[in-house]
């Protein structure tokens, strides 16, 4: 029960500041996530992200802290279709 609401009382990522840090758009951010664009869109305008993609924002977040995200990106996702 403690660990449930420790992650309940966790600060939410702010994704459009970490995709504008990151010098990411919506799509590149989507795909990094595994969602649809619209998804993204979605959240960045209040809707909260739930399941995996909440933990790749966590993990993602973290990572831009440390600007560590290209050890996180194997392959370049811009490219990708």
Do not use: Y
Request: charged share 30%; hydrophobic share 45%.
């Amino acid at each position: 029960m403690c660990v449930m609401h420790f992650f309940l009382m966790a600060d939410p990522v702010d994704i459009k500041s970490l995709r504008e840090k990151l010098g990411w758009d919506q799509g590149r951010m989507a795909r990094f996530l595994a969602i649809a664009r619209s998804s993204v869109s979605h959240m960045e305008n209040g809707r909260p992200p739930q399941g995996p993609a909440r933990r790749l924002l966590e993990i993602l977040a973290r990572a831009a802290d440390a600007d560590e995200v290209e050890r996180l990106l194997p392959e370049k996702l811009e490219t990708r279709g």
